[in-house]
C-alpha cells in the first residue's frame, strides 16, 4: 500500500518533467527554423557574400584584418591600396620597415601600433611559420595584434573554415533580432555557432556583417527595408509600413 502511493505521487512529478522536455524542445525547434528563414532570405540576397577588405593572399588579408580594428574597410583599402603594391609577403613587409609601413597606414586610426604590430607578425611569420600564415587558431591568436576575431576572419576568409568572427556589427544585430544574445562577442559566438544551421554557417558571419552595416544599422535600422522584419523581435523596429512597430 506504501509503494503504491508513492508509485502514484512520482507518476504527475515525471509527467510534468516529460511536459517540459518537451515544451523545450518545442522551442528549440521553432528557434532553429527561424533561424534556418532568416539565413535562407539573407543567402538568397546575396548568394555569395565577400570581405569588402581587399587583399591579394592570405598574409595581405591578415594585415587588412589587423589594420581594420576601430577602423572602417574603404579606410583601410585606401591605406593599403600602396601598402600592399610595396609589400605582399612577410619579407617584403620587413624590407620595407617599419617607418614605411606607418607612412603608407598613417591615414587609419591607431596607426603607430598597428605599423608595429605588422613588423612584428611578419617577423614571428617568417621565424615560426616559414613565412606562410597558419592554418590554426592558437598559432594565429600567438601573432602581435592578433585576436580571436581577427583569426576567425582569416580561419573563415583564408581557409574555408566555419568560424564566426563577432565584430560590432554582429554583437548588435545578434543581440537585437535576436538570434543568439550575450554580454560579450564570445558568448555572440557560442550561442550563434549553436543556432546557425550548419549549411549557413561557412557566409554567416558575412551575411550579418553587411546586414548590419546596411541595413541594421546602429542608431535607425532600416526596417521598412528589412528582408526579416517579420522575424525580428527588437522592440525599437522602426515603422514597418503595413505593420505595427513590434
Ligand atoms: S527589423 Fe529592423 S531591427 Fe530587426 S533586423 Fe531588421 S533592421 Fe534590424
Redesign the pocket.
Known sequence: MLQQKSKSRAAPAKKSTDLAKRATARKGAAAEARAREIFTRLAALNPDPRSELNYVNAYTLLVAVVLSAQATDAGVNRATKGLFAAASTPQQMLALGEEAVRDKIKTIGLFRAKAKNVIALSRKLIEEFGGEVPRSREALESLPGVGRKTANVVLNVAFGEKTLAVDTHIFR?SN??PLARGKTPEEVERGLTAIVPDEFLLHAHHWLIL??RY???ARK???P?????D????T???A?SGSSTA
Open positions: 544585430v537585437r533580432i546586414h548590419g541595413i541594421c544599422k535600422p532600416d526596417c527595408a528589412c528582408p526579416i522584419a522575424l525580428c523581435q527588437f525599437e523596429k522602426t514597418v
